[in-house]
Nanobody, 123 residues
Framework: QVLLVESGGGLVQAGASLRLSCAAS????????MGWFRQAPGKEREFVAA????????YHTDSLKGRFTISRDNASNTMYLEMNSLKPEDTAVYYC????????????????WGQGTQVTVSS
């Protein structure tokens, strides 16, 4: 059983930056691929970024490349999402996810989920 806890969300103005964190506990952290998804009101949960178990391979959705960056620190069992130049359309609940398999863009393929952290970007 993997427990994931997100933090770092908040209300910011357009153009600002935020760093989300996802702390994991349970089986060895390096066993799992990790990912970030987001869900805006009335929309489906969408893939943001993912990283392989060892952290050697990353995936970012094309529309967010250059603004969002995923990283992980296996020593501290923590994953991060650095978000820059935030836009109002980035407003969503951001979720971290973990799975043995790497790294599907489909939310249904990920087994473990955090509770989410709200990011609101005002114009």
């Amino acid at each position: 059983q993997v427990l994931l806890v997100e933090s770092g969300g908040g209300l910011v103005q357009a153009g600002a930056s935020l760093r989300l964190s996802c702390a994991a506990s349970g089986p060895p952290y390096s066993t799992y691929a990790m990912g970030w998804f987001r869900q805006a009101p009335g929309k489906e949960r969408e893939f943001v970024a993912a990283m392989s178990r060892g952290g050697t391979t990353t995936y970012h959705t094309d529309s967010l490349k250059g603004r969002f960056t995923i990283s992980r620190d296996n020593a501290s069992n923590t994953m991060y999402l650095e978000m820059n130049s935030l836009k109002p359309e980035d407003t969503a609940v951001y979720y971290c996810a973990a799975d043995i398999a790497c790294c599907s863009v489909k939310a249904a393929d990920w087994w473990y989920w955090g509770q989410g952290t709200q990011v609101t970007v005002s114009s």
